[in-house]
DNA sequence: TACCAGGTGGGAA
DNA sequence: TTCCCACATGGT
C-alpha cells in the first residue's frame, strides 16, 4: 500500500494527533516563545517517554521558567534536578544549556539550515527534524525509532535515516500538516499495536502489512 | 525481572 | 563509515 494510503489509513482510524502539544496559555501570560518549548522538549525526548518530558517540563515552569534564558541563566545542578524524570540528566543538562549558550531565542534559529542546526551540542537528526518541523513548520520529515519499524512491517523499506527520510519527502505531498500528523500517527499506532513485539491480533490495519514482524 | 521509551555522541574497528 | 556502547528515569 503508498505511503499516502497508509496515511489515509491511519487518519481515519485515530484522527489528527495535535502535535507538538504547547500550553499557548502559559506562554502568552509569561511572554515566552512557545517554540523554545518545542526545542526544550525536542532535546529532552530523546530516547525516554513523553509523559517523563512534560513532568520535567513541569518542573521547569514551576521553578522558573520555560524558555531558552532561563536554561541559559540557571546553574547546571538545579537544571539536573528540574529535568530528572527525562533520564540522562546529566547529558541533557549540559547539552540543553549549551545549545541555549549558543542560541539565544528561536528567532536566531528561524532561518536556519538543517546542516547548521545538527552541529548544535545534543541536536541529531530526528531532534533536527522535529525542531524544523514541529518549531518553525519546515518540511522536513522526522523519522524515529518507530517509523523504521512500521516502514518496514507495512511496506518492506529498509534503510538509514536518510533513505527512509527521503522515501517519505518523495512520496508525500509537500502539505506540513501531512508531516506532522503522519509522524505523530505512526508512532500513535506503534506504540499500541505496532510494539517490538507486536499485537496484531487487535490491529486494524494488520491486513496493509507486507512484511514479517522481525524488526 | 526485563524490556522499552517521541536518541545522541564518542571511540573503536 | 559503520558499529557499539554509555547515558538513567519511570512505566508495563
Same mark, same amino acid.
Given at each position: 500500500?503508498?505511503?499516502?494510503?497508509?496515511?489515509?489509513?491511519?487518519?481515519?482510524?485515530?484522527?489528527?494527533?495535535?502535535?507538538?502539544?504547547?500550553?499557548?496559555?502559559?506562554?502568552?501570560?509569561?511572554?515566552?516563545?512557545?517554540?523554545?518549548?518545542?526545542?526544550?522538549?525536542?532535546?529532552?525526548?530523546?530516547?525516554?517517554?513523553?509523559?517523563?518530558?512534560? #513532568?520535567?517540563?513541569?518542573?521547569?515552569?514551576? !521553578?522558573? $521558567? &520555560?524558555?531558552?534564558? %532561563?536554561? +541559559?541563566?540557571? *546553574?547546571?545542578? =538545579?537544571?539536573?534536578?528540574?529535568?530528572?524524570?527525562?533520564?540522562?540528566?546529566?547529558?541533557?543538562?549540559?547539552?540543553?544549556?549549551?545549545?541555549?549558550?549558543?542560541?539565544?531565542?528561536?528567532?536566531?534559529?528561524?532561518?536556519?539550515?538543517?546542516?547548521?542546526?545538527?552541529?548544535?551540542?545534543?541536536?541529531?537528526?530526528?531532534?533536527?527534524?522535529?525542531?524544523?518541523?514541529?518549531?518553525?513548520?519546515?518540511?522536513?520529515?522526522?523519522?524515529?525509532?518507530?517509523?523504521?519499524?512500521?516502514?518496514? #512491517?507495512?511496506?518492506?523499506?529498509?534503510?538509514? !535515516?536518510? $533513505? &527512509?527520510?527521503?522515501? %517519505?519527502? +518523495?512520496?508525500? *505531498?509537500?502539505? =506540513?500538516?501531512?508531516?506532522?500528523?503522519?509522524?505523530?500517527?505512526?508512532?500513535?499506532?506503534?506504540?499500541?499495536?505496532?510494539?517490538?513485539?507486536?499485537?496484531?491480533?487487535?490491529?486494524?490495519?494488520?491486513?496493509?502489512?507486507?512484511?514479517?514482524?522481525?524488526?
Amino acid at each position: 500500500m503508498p505511503l499516502r494510503e497508509l496515511y489515509q489509513a491511519l487518519f481515519e482510524l485515530y484522527g489528527p494527533q495535535g502535535w507538538w502539544p504547547v500550553d499557548l496559555n502559559y506562554h502568552n501570560l509569561k511572554g515566552t516563545d512557545p517554540r523554545e518549548e518545542i526545542i526544550i522538549g525536542a532535546i529532552l525526548t530523546q530516547n525516554t517517554s513523553w509523559k517523563n518530558v512534560e #513532568r520535567a517540563l513541569d518542573n521547569i515552569k514551576s !521553578y522558573g $521558567e &520555560l524558555s531558552f534564558r %532561563f536554561i +541559559r541563566e540557571s *546553574p547546571i545542578e =538545579l537544571l539536573k534536578e528540574l529535568i530528572k524524570p527525562t533520564g540522562f540528566y546529566n547529558q541533557k543538562a549540559k547539552r540543553l544549556k549549551e545549545f541555549c549558550m549558543l542560541f539565544k531565542s528561536a528567532n536566531e534559529l528561524e532561518n536556519i539550515s538543517r546542516e547548521e542546526l545538527l552541529k548544535a551540542p545534543g541536536v541529531g537528526e530526528e531532534t533536527a527534524d522535529s525542531i524544523l518541523l514541529y518549531a518553525f513548520n519546515r518540511l522536513s520529515f522526522v523519522i524515529d525509532k518507530y517509523t523504521f519499524r512500521f516502514i518496514y #512491517r507495512y511496506m518492506g523499506i529498509t534503510g538509514n !535515516y536518510s $533513505e &527512509l527520510k527521503k522515501t %517519505f519527502e +518523495r512520496q508525500l *505531498p509537500k502539505d =506540513l500538516q501531512v508531516y506532522k500528523e503522519f509522524h505523530a500517527l505512526i508512532d500513535h499506532h506503534a506504540k499500541y499495536f505496532c510494539k517490538s513485539a507486536p499485537r496484531c491480533e487487535a490491529c486494524m490495519l494488520k491486513n496493509c502489512l507486507r512484511v514479517g514482524l522481525s524488526f
